[in-house]
């Protein structure tokens, strides 16, 4: 089992950049895939990112290839989201997850953090 807690988040203006994290307890981090995901007020979960346990294999939602990076530091028990050139559309509460496969739908995470809000101001 694994615990999983984020942070970052905040208001940013239109084209600024956030860097999330999300730190894990327990000392299995390492072989648990990652996935990063979003929830607009009024909108459904959606995908943003998620790596593989040993970030070999990395994927994006469409929206956000080229803006958003996702990697991870498992000597630190922590996964981060690099955020540029964000657009008030991006606003959203921001949550990770674990599973042990890599996976693009919400469904498929066993474990989730708490979440952390992302406002982008225009």
């Known amino acids: 089992q694994v615990q999983l807690v984020e942070s970052g988040g905040g208001l940013v203006q239109a084209g600024g950049s956030l860097r999330l994290s999300c730190s894990a307890s327990?000392?299995?981090?390492?072989?648990?895939?990652m996935g990063w995901f979003r929830q607009a007020p009024m909108k459904e979960r959606e995908f943003v990112a998620a790596?593989?346990?040993?970030?070999?294999?990395?994927k994006y939602a469409d929206s956000m290839k080229g803006r958003f990076t996702i990697f991870r530091d498992n000597a630190k028990n922590t996964v981060y989201l690099q955020m540029n050139s964000l657009k008030p559309e991006d606003t959203a509460v921001y949550y990770c997850?674990?599973?042990?496969?890599?996976?693009?739908?919400?469904?498929?995470?066993?474990?989730w953090g708490q979440g952390t809000q992302v406002t982008v101001s225009s």
């Open positions: 997850a674990a599973n042990d496969y890599l996976r693009t739908m919400s469904a498929s995470y066993d474990y």
């Open positions: 327990g000392r299995t981090f390492s072989r648990y895939a």
């Open positions: 790596i593989s346990w040993n970030s070999g294999i990395t």
